[in-house]
């Protein structure tokens, strides 16, 4: 029932989707929009075609900051949330500036670190760590938390070790919260490194977007929208493949 469910669903979106296009094609055909402000469905898939060997080559140095950023970022959300988790007084000096580090813009904070660490790939993945770290170390830390205490008593009572109940205890319990953070953190890795090269770079979706933005190639301009959209797809798509391989208990029967 439920993957009739699921089919049933995958296919409304698919038809609203290519309503949408439809319209969309049906508007610029017949001149209600300017080409200039609103390039149709068929120039866009002509500019991706065209243009396809270079968003290619370009894509593949927004993918590379992109999972380098995002692998720093759970590594150091993972630390950051364990360590909170077993120490008091770290949770209670460092999930307030956590915190403080999400209500400072992207955008404010990008050109500062292009200025300090240069053009290359550095200020990109420090960019990309901030926007991805904050939702893995919070989620970590909440499922880290919200183990059941009667089970780690027991646990205790049996002589584990505090390594032994993170284990096989706290870690288990805290997977469904990590993974439902990374979904979110791959999305938020390609669009910040996209927002990062705006700024500045030598390669990368963004850089691309800038240069097609200032010949105003908007058909471009959309072509590399509806890329760095499927490429966040595929990547929260490969998440929940990897959550089914990892947590083999949470499959329907």
Request: with cysteine; proline share 5%; net charge positive.
């Amino acid at each position: 029932m439920k993957a009739k469910k699921s089919g049933g669903n995958s296919l409304f979106s698919v038809t609203a989707i290519l309503l949408i296009l439809l319209v969309w094609q049906i508007v610029c055909s017949a001149g209600l929009v300017s080409p200039y402000l609103l390039p149709s469905p068929v120039d866009v898939v002509k500019a991706f075609i065209s243009d396809l060997p270079l968003l290619i080559q370009n894509a593949r140095i927004t993918l590379i900051e992109a999972f380098v950023g995002l692998g720093l970022g759970i590594v150091i959300g993972f630390v950051f949330a364990m360590m909170m988790d077993r120490f008091e007084p770290l949770y209670k000096a460092f999930y307030p500036l956590i915190v403080l580090t999400q209500t400072i813009p992207t955008v404010a904070i990008a050109p500062l670190l292009v200025l300090w660490f240069g053009y290359e790939m550095t200020p990109k993945v420090l960019l990309i760590i901030l926007a991805t770290f904050f939702p893995i170390a919070v989620s970590m830390l909440d499922g880290f938390r919200s183990a059941d205490r009667d089970t780690i008593r027991l646990l205790e009572s049996m002589g584990a070790s505090g390594w032994q109940i993170f284990r096989h205890v706290k870690f288990p319990g805290a997977l469904p919260q990590f993974f439902a953070s990374l979904r979110i953190s791959v999305s938020y890795a390609i669009v910040t490194a996209v927002v990062a090269e705006w700024l500045g770079g030598f390669g990368g979706l963004g850089v691309y977007m800038t240069r097609v933005r200032k010949s105003f190639s908007f058909d471009k301009m959309f072509a590399v929208i509806f890329l760095i959209s499927a490429l966040s797809l595929l990547l929260m798509k490969l998440v929940e493949v990897i959550q089914k391989a990892c947590m083999p208990w949470t499959k329907t029967q």
